[in-house]
């Protein structure tokens, strides 16, 4: 049950209608843990059960640690979250991949092996909501938090269904107090709430499945394409995974809204940042943030030397290449990513040592320089983000750097030239706030035919066959 399906609109309206009829706060938030529950569960009722027993157990654990003074204790109980969690995580997600990584080292080896896959369905989003449990608990055990008194007030911050299965990451800090908060009916939020779902919509249908059509020919066989067809497909998969996967943001935040909840934005115009570590500031926000405060603070962060902060740099980085999914390719992004900003740290010492280059580089041009040469970094990380293979992330390379013969892109390559310049104009008008102080004063007949026409585009514009989200698979 997707966003962009009828199957959605048909499950999320009467909920939305029900929800704002009744009277009573505690049927509403019955409401959407039952709705949750079967948002879930019209995927995978028993993997939707095995959601709300790990959620059970999380919440009891919680409660134990609260109620305790017992400095072994508080830590035994800790430690027996992160080890379930994580331990649910691993098997579902990466026990066939260690497997079959072990199966090939074995057989490198000249070792034969009876290792057979195992028949494990992966739950839709588990990466996200344990990280969400994760957090919860470890606040509780900081202090930075109470543990939640109410188990359908845990529950609801785990399953709701609109971050459930692609965030953003919840905190429990930020979403717990709200489940408790009477909620009143409000027209500027119910606007808010249908301009960030159209908006996702928009980007989900019109750009990401498009930019698809031109991604996908050239990853499968990538030898067969020419040099400008491969450039014009990674691309493609830069604006695809990015109106993809904010798009879905963009939906959940406009669901959340109007239902009367907030959930933090993800994404700020990434794509504009003008260095890596900056990218990573702009980029999947609920996740960089979640790295930064409970892997990498803890591992020291940067309160040591310099040799002491590029290692946890790295293995930081490598373990979130890791998180977005079971296969080397991911490893070696977040690998290539920690050390771009291992790099990164070393040019802005060189530059503070030298105030005219320094100055130089913040200079429009210099700027402009910095902007393009991060965005070239984060499109080759992307190669390897999008190829299952290394061989074909190696061919894709080569291709991109070495001029080769073959087929031009599938279909005609000016759509997604023409499809870089709307989201280009569409970064403009947002930074620049123009689009906010037109509509500001625009009356409302014509904004409501301006986002009709919004979604007739979307609708017209999306390929016959829709593609599954991204980070559905994470």
């Not at 529950?37 to 995978?44: E, G, I, K, L, V």
């Not at 599938?410 to 280009?424: K, N």
Request: hydrophobic share 55%; charged share 15%.
């Amino acid at each position: 049950m997707t966003f962009c399906s009828a199957q959605f609109f048909a499950f999320f309206v009467p909920i939305f209608l029900v929800y704002w009829v009744l009277p009573w706060h505690h049927a509403r938030t019955a409401l959407l843990l039952g709705a949750s529950f079967y948002f879930y569960a019209s995927w995978n009722p028993l993997l939707a059960l095995l959601i709300c027993a790990s959620t059970t157990v999380d919440f009891f654990l919680a409660r134990g640690i609260a109620a305790s003074s017992n400095p072994r204790r508080r830590r035994l109980l800790l430690t027996i979250n992160i080890t379930g969690n994580l331990g649910l995580l691993c098997y579902f997600k990466y026990a066939n991949f260690f497997l079959d990584s072990l199966r090939q080292a074995l057989a490198a080896a000249g070792m034969e092996t009876a290792l057979r896959p195992l028949e494990v369905l992966l739950p839709v989003g588990i990466s996200f909501y344990t990280f969400e449990a994760i957090n919860y608990m470890v606040d509780v055990y900081r202090g930075h938090v109470k543990a939640e008194r109410s188990l359908p007030h845990f529950m609801l911050f785990i399953l709701f269904f609109p971050h459930l299965v692609a965030g953003p990451i919840v905190r429990a800090r930020d979403f717990l107090p709200q489940i408790g908060r009477r909620k009143r009916w409000s027209w500027p939020r119910m606007q808010v709430g249908m301009q960030f779902f159209l908006m996702g919509l928009f980007k989900k249908l019109a750009i990401a499945d498009r930019m698809a059509q031109f991604v996908d020919p050239a990853f499968a066989d990538p030898a067969a394409f020419k040099t400008g067809a491969v450039w014009v497909a990674v691309l493609a998969y830069a604006l695809q995974i990015y109106c993809d996967f904010s798009g879905y943001t963009d939906m959940a935040l406009g669901c959340a809204h109007l239902l009367g909840f907030h959930l933090a934005r993800n994404f700020d115009m990434p794509y504009l940042a003008t260095n890596i570590s900056e990218f990573w500031r702009r980029w999947h926000l609920s996740l960089s943030s979640w790295l930064r405060d409970y892997l990498f603070i803890p591992l020291g962060g940067s309160r040591g030397g310099t040799w002491q902060t590029c290692r946890n740099l790295m293995i930081t980085m490598t373990l979130g290449g890791l998180w977005h999914g079971a296969n080397w390719t991911f490893v070696a992004w977040g690998v290539l990513h920690g050390l771009l900003l291992v790099g990164h740290r070393g040019v802005r010492a060189v530059c503070e040592a030298r105030p005219a280059l320094d100055a130089a580089l913040r200079t429009a041009p210099g700027m402009l320089l910095r902007g393009g040469l991060t965005f070239l970094c984060v499109c080759v990380g992307w190669v390897f983000f999008r190829a299952t293979t290394f061989s074909t992330a190696t061919e894709v390379l080569r291709r991109m750097f070495v001029i080769e013969a073959g087929r031009s892109s599938a279909l005609h390559s000016m759509g997604m030239w023409y499809t870089v310049l709307f989201v280009a104009l569409c970064h403009f008008v947002a930074v620049t706030g123009a689009w906010k102080r037109v509509s500001l004063r625009m009356p409302a007949p014509v904004l409501g035919c301006a986002y009709s026409l919004a979604l007739t585009f979307a609708l017209l514009l999306a390929p016959p066959t829709s593609k599954a989200f991204i980070y559905f698979q994470f």
